[in-house]
Structures are given as structure tokens and as C-alpha cells.
């Protein structure tokens, strides 16, 4: 549920088998358009905001089991919507790992009014993240966000949701000038909500790098006028106590310290709960009462005040550059704000 891999376990991608696929012409992209789904559209537009999902992650947010999922990514597979690869781990079988393809890329273009020659929209460059020395940690983020949207989903008369699901990407052009961080989420629970920046750990580099960007996120909160809570993620529980002793370090001369609450915890308590909206969030000056559920941070720190909006339409920052870019995918499935319940057979 919450593959730590190192990056060195995840060399070049298993071969795929030969298989019969269409051609991405428009004749054939005009057919598939008709088959496409409500589902369809939405996980086209989840990988091209977040690059690659594996199968089980996409099991998780939008099918009622894997057969049927495996089923469906099968078809779009074939008709060019997705491309797909499989990582070599060394020992086991790595999940199927999906990516947007040329079918998809353009109809969802056609969906935005774009021409899809502005998007310069590459196959080779959606699967290249298969040699990336990056995927390791772009999966370990992944899989944050999409076991959130599983609990939302499967505890939806609760009233739970994700209500922000923002990529590295994005987060770079809204927030780079300050700072560049893994993620930007928001949740609702119960009636309350919290927003968060994430920073995921994958063990690969020192702890230095990390602190280090802790000044542009005070920076950020003095030019936003918005407290934003930082959660951080550390691969093991020895990494977690020495990055709080860096951290605490780091803040306890900054005059700007409470501009920035942090709470951390380890990928080893998120796969024991099952969930980050579980009790496993220390917060950096308040450890007296435990670790928390992520909705509780908000009684450790009393100052935070409620996001603003309960939508993904956050215009913080400024974007570097106006290219034309498709629109980004609702955080949460089309189907989950019509239901009270989740009906994954839809």
C-alpha cells in the first residue's frame, strides 16, 4: 500500500510482451471518444497532473476490485489512451505502472478546446519516467494521495474527502519562487478541513537538504499571509527522530518558527494504519498528547485558520509561464460528489 523502495531497487522497466494496439490516428481517436467514460476521463486527466499510478492505486480510486480494474486499463491500454510499464524490483513483480498516452493526451486537449500540437504532448517522454531516478519517490507521493481518496471513498457517508490533490509540477509553478514542494493536499473530515504542503523522504539524501528548505516555506507564509502546515514523511523511525532533532534546531532561532507548523511521520506507521488520516502525525512542539489523526492537527495548532475555499481552485502564487496546459482533474472521482455512498460499478 505504501511502496518505500530505494531507487537502486528499481532498474529498468520488464520488457512488455507484443501486443496488438491501434494506431493513434484521428480516426481512431474520434471512435474512442465515444467509448470513453466518465471514469476514463478522469484517470486520464490523474496522469497527466501526476505521471504514473500503478494498477493498484487505480484500483483503489476508482474500481471495485482489481480483475475489474485490470480489465478496463487493459482496453484503454490497447486503444492508446494509456501506456503502461512494469519495474524491475529484483525479487518479486512489481505492479503495472500507468502513464498517459498519445489517444488520451489529445482527446483530453480536444475536451479543453486545446489544438494538442500546443501541448507537445511526447509517448516517449509520459513512459520515460520509467528510467527515472526519481520513481521511487514519485510512487512513495503517489501512494500518499491515493490511499487518502481510497478512505475518503470508502468511508464516504462520514464525511470524509480530499478536497486539493496538487502535483510537484504544479506546486513549482504556483509556489517556486519560495519553495518546491512534493505535494499540496487538503482534506475534509467530519465538518472541519486542514490543508498541507508534503515533503515524502525516501532515505536517498541527507537530512541537511531537507531543513534547508525550510526558510522558503516561512517565506511563503510571510508573502501569502497563510499558515500552511508542513507534513513530512521519513522512510524509517530512526530517520524520523533525527530529522525532529535537525528540525527543532533549525527553528528554534528562527523568529518565524510558528509561521510554520510541522508534524511528521514514517511510511513503516502509514502502513501499519492504513491511512494518513489515521493517528500517526507527531507534531514538532507538541508531543505530549501522542501522535494524531491528520484532521486533529488542528487542535495542536490553534492559530491555523480554515483554508479558504473547499475547492481545488487555490490561486496562490503565480504561474512562471502561460502555455497552454490541460485542465486539471478534480480531486476527488466524477461520480463521488452524486453519491453518499461509492458505487464503484459505476
Given at each position: 500500500?505504501?511502496?518505500?523502495?530505494?531507487?537502486?531497487?528499481?532498474?529498468?522497466?520488464?520488457?512488455?510482451?507484443?501486443?496488438?494496439?491501434?494506431?493513434?490516428?484521428?480516426?481512431?481517436?474520434?471512435?474512442?471518444?465515444?467509448?470513453?467514460?466518465?471514469?476514463?476521463?478522469?484517470?486520464?486527466?490523474?496522469?497527466?497532473?501526476?505521471?504514473?499510478?500503478?494498477?493498484?492505486?487505480?484500483?483503489?480510486?476508482?474500481?471495485?476490485?482489481?480483475?475489474?480494474?485490470?480489465?478496463?486499463?487493459?482496453?484503454?491500454?490497447?486503444?492508446?489512451?494509456?501506456?503502461?510499464?512494469?519495474?524491475?524490483?529484483?525479487?518479486?513483480?512489481?505492479?503495472?505502472?500507468?502513464?498517459?498516452?498519445?489517444?488520451?493526451?489529445?482527446?483530453?486537449?480536444?475536451?479543453?478546446?486545446?489544438?494538442?500540437?500546443?501541448?507537445?504532448?511526447?509517448?516517449?517522454?509520459?513512459?520515460?519516467?520509467?528510467?527515472?531516478?526519481?520513481?521511487?519517490?514519485?510512487?512513495?507521493?503517489?501512494?500518499?494521495f491515493t490511499t487518502l481518496l481510497a478512505d475518503a471513498l470508502a468511508n464516504a457517508s462520514t464525511d470524509r474527502a480530499?478536497?486539493?490533490?496538487?502535483?510537484?509540477?504544479?506546486?513549482?509553478?504556483?509556489?517556486?519562487?519560495?519553495?518546491?514542494?512534493?505535494?499540496?493536499?487538503?482534506?475534509?473530515?467530519?465538518?472541519?478541513?486542514?490543508?498541507?504542503?508534503?515533503?515524502?523522504?525516501?532515505?536517498?539524501?541527507?537530512?541537511?537538504?531537507?531543513?534547508?528548505?525550510?526558510?522558503?516555506?516561512?517565506?511563503?507564509?510571510?508573502?501569502?499571509?497563510?499558515?500552511?502546515?508542513?507534513?513530512?514523511?521519513?522512510?524509517?523511525?530512526?530517520?524520523?527522530?533525527?530529522?525532529?532533532?535537525?528540525?527543532?534546531?533549525?527553528?528554534?532561532?528562527?523568529?518565524?518558527?510558528?509561521?510554520?507548523?510541522?508534524?511528521?511521520?514514517?511510511?513503516?506507521?502509514?502502513?501499519?494504519?492504513?491511512?494518513?488520516?489515521?493517528?500517526?502525525?507527531?507534531?514538532?512542539?507538541?508531543?505530549?498528547?501522542?501522535?494524531?489523526?491528520?484532521?486533529?492537527?488542528?487542535?495542536?495548532?490553534?492559530?491555523?485558520?480554515?483554508?479558504?475555499?473547499?475547492?481545488?481552485?487555490?490561486?496562490?502564487?503565480?504561474?512562471?509561464?502561460?502555455?497552454?496546459?490541460?485542465?486539471?482533474?478534480?480531486?476527488?472521482?466524477?461520480?463521488?460528489?452524486?453519491?453518499?455512498?461509492?458505487?464503484?460499478?459505476?
Open positions: 500500500m505504501f511502496p518505500h523502495h530505494q531507487q537502486r531497487d528499481l532498474r529498468a522497466p520488464i520488457p512488455e510482451r507484443p501486443s496488438l494496439r491501434f494506431a493513434a490516428s484521428a480516426e481512431h481517436q474520434a471512435q474512442v471518444a465515444a467509448h470513453l467514460t466518465a471514469r476514463d476521463r478522469w484517470l486520464a486527466r490523474m496522469l497527466a497532473e501526476h505521471r504514473m499510478l500503478t494498477s493498484p492505486q487505480i484500483a483503489a480510486i476508482a474500481f471495485g476490485s482489481r480483475r475489474s480494474a485490470n480489465h478496463r486499463l487493459q482496453k484503454l491500454y490497447t486503444w492508446r489512451v494509456l501506456d503502461r510499464f512494469q519495474p524491475y524490483i529484483g525479487r518479486g513483480r512489481a505492479p503495472m505502472s500507468y502513464v498517459l498516452d498519445t489517444a488520451g493526451a489529445h482527446l483530453l486537449a480536444h475536451e479543453d478546446g486545446l489544438d494538442p500540437k500546443d501541448l507537445k504532448f511526447r509517448p516517449e517522454r509520459s513512459v520515460g519516467i520509467a528510467y527515472s531516478l526519481r520513481l521511487a519517490h514519485l510512487m512513495g507521493v503517489n501512494s500518499f480530499v478536497t486539493a490533490w496538487w502535483s510537484e509540477t504544479r506546486c513549482t509553478r504556483h509556489f517556486g519562487d519560495h519553495v518546491r514542494p512534493d505535494g499540496y493536499g487538503r482534506w475534509h473530515e467530519a465538518g472541519r478541513e486542514i490543508e498541507w504542503f508534503l515533503e515524502w523522504d525516501t532515505g536517498s539524501y541527507q537530512l541537511s537538504r531537507f531543513v534547508a528548505k525550510l526558510p522558503g516555506y516561512t517565506s511563503l507564509a510571510t508573502a501569502t499571509h497563510i499558515v500552511t502546515p508542513l507534513l513530512a514523511v521519513f522512510a524509517t523511525p530512526a530517520r524520523e527522530t533525527h530529522a525532529r532533532r535537525q528540525l527543532a534546531e533549525h527553528l528554534r532561532t528562527d523568529p518565524r518558527r510558528h509561521e510554520l507548523p510541522i508534524a511528521t511521520t514514517t511510511a513503516e506507521h502509514l502502513r501499519t494504519a492504513g491511512s494518513p488520516a489515521d493517528v500517526v502525525w507527531l507534531p514538532l512542539h507538541h508531543t505530549d498528547a501522542g501522535r494524531h489523526r491528520l484532521i486533529s492537527l488542528v487542535t495542536a495548532w490553534p492559530h491555523l485558520e480554515a483554508p479558504t475555499s473547499s475547492t481545488d481552485t487555490d490561486t496562490r502564487g503565480t504561474e512562471a509561464s502561460p502555455v497552454p496546459r490541460l485542465s486539471p482533474p478534480e480531486p476527488m472521482p466524477p461520480w463521488h460528489a452524486d453519491e453518499l455512498t461509492w458505487n464503484p460499478m459505476r
